[in-house]
């Protein structure tokens, strides 16, 4: 079998410069290729090929989320400081059981709200999530997108 280079993974956005300025921070890299509606990273570490494509699309469609495995807490906890660093907001899930695994992470959404995980498992568990049975919505699939609050003054004028 030929050697795999790099997993490739294409999503569409809306608005190409909000991507680009969220994706140089959370990959911590400069695009190899910019067009007018497209842009590439070429990653080493991880093997990634990751494009960008300017498209009309639907944004309930069939993607749950994407992510990277780390080696250890220790590496989540760096990944989820640098991402701090660059004003990116974070969702933190230290110790909890998704997917049969105790895992650390952190989650961050990019402008389209495609979510993006980086995680460490620590162990196996012997349950799909730390919630009640049968809810699925609290494993393998992201947080709630963060939501703008707007905050107003309330006294009497």
């Known amino acids: 079998m030929a050697a795999i280079k790099r997993i490739h993974v294409a999503v569409n956005c809306s608005n190409l410069d909000k991507s ?8 911590g890299a400069e695009p190899t290729k910019v067009k007018d509606n497209y842009a590439k990273f070429e990653l080493d570490n991880p093997a990634l090929h990751f494009s960008i494509n300017v498209r009309p699309f639907e944004k309930n469609g069939v993607l749950n989320h994407l992510g990277f495995q780390v080696d250890n807490t220790e590496d989540v906890l760096a990944m989820g400081e640098r991402l701090r660093q660059a004003d990116l907001l974070l969702i933190d899930e230290m110790n909890t059981t998704c997917c049969y695994a105790v895992q650390d992470k952190v989650w961050v959404y990019d402008p389209d709200v495609n979510a993006w995980e980086i995680f460490y498992t620590k162990e196996d568990s012997e349950f799909e999530s730390a919630g009640e049975a049968r809810d699925l919505s609290l494993c393998c699939a992201p947080p709630s997108a963060p939501m703008k609050i707007e905050l107003t003054n309330f006294r009497k004028m």
């Open 20 to 27: 680009l300025a969220f994706y140089r921070s959370f990959f």
